[in-house]
């Protein structure tokens, strides 16, 4: 069948065509048009929830709770965004731990614990807003 050619009456077999020509565009999972998502998969996601938390907090006027006060639910908010932009928009080569952490191995540096104690100081914000993610994840609603 050519593509410029004009169906007056399509059959079977050119629907069955049309849905396949379809189907080839889209791209699948693991497909090579796709990988770049998954590899980073963590900021793929952030990068998808993030604006939609953004939005959520300036259009939202409920809280989980009548007990909550409108300023708590507004900081466990901030928190929430703060992690997922973090986690969005800053690649692990990036941050300053990862530097550091690959400037210890190449001077053959023994101690570690400073910098991993560091590091963990560093990604604590971004764990507690992924906490608080997963606490009030069913009350992400209006």
Do not use: V
């Not at 708590?72 to 731990?97: G, H, R, V």
């Amino acid at each position: 069948m050519s593509e410029n050619m004009l169906i007056l009456a399509p059959t079977e077999s050119d629907y069955i065509y049309i849905l396949h020509a379809t189907m080839k565009q889209q791209p699948t999972p693991g497909s090579a048009d796709n990988m770049s998502e998954l590899c980073d998969l963590d900021i793929t996601i952030a990068r998808f929830i993030l604006p939609r938390l953004i939005s959520f907090k300036q259009h939202c006027e409920r809280t989980p709770t009548l007990e909550m006060p409108r300023e708590q639910w507004d900081s466990i908010l901030d928190k929430m965004i703060y992690a997922f932009d973090k986690i969005a928009n800053q690649t692990e080569e990036e941050t300053p731990e990862y530097q550091a952490y690959i400037k210890a191995i190449w001077n053959n540096e023994e101690d570690l614990t400073q910098l991993k104690h560091d590091a963990k100081a560093s990604l604590k914000p971004i764990a507690d807003g992924l906490s608080l993610f997963h606490k009030y994840f069913r009350s992400l609603w209006w």
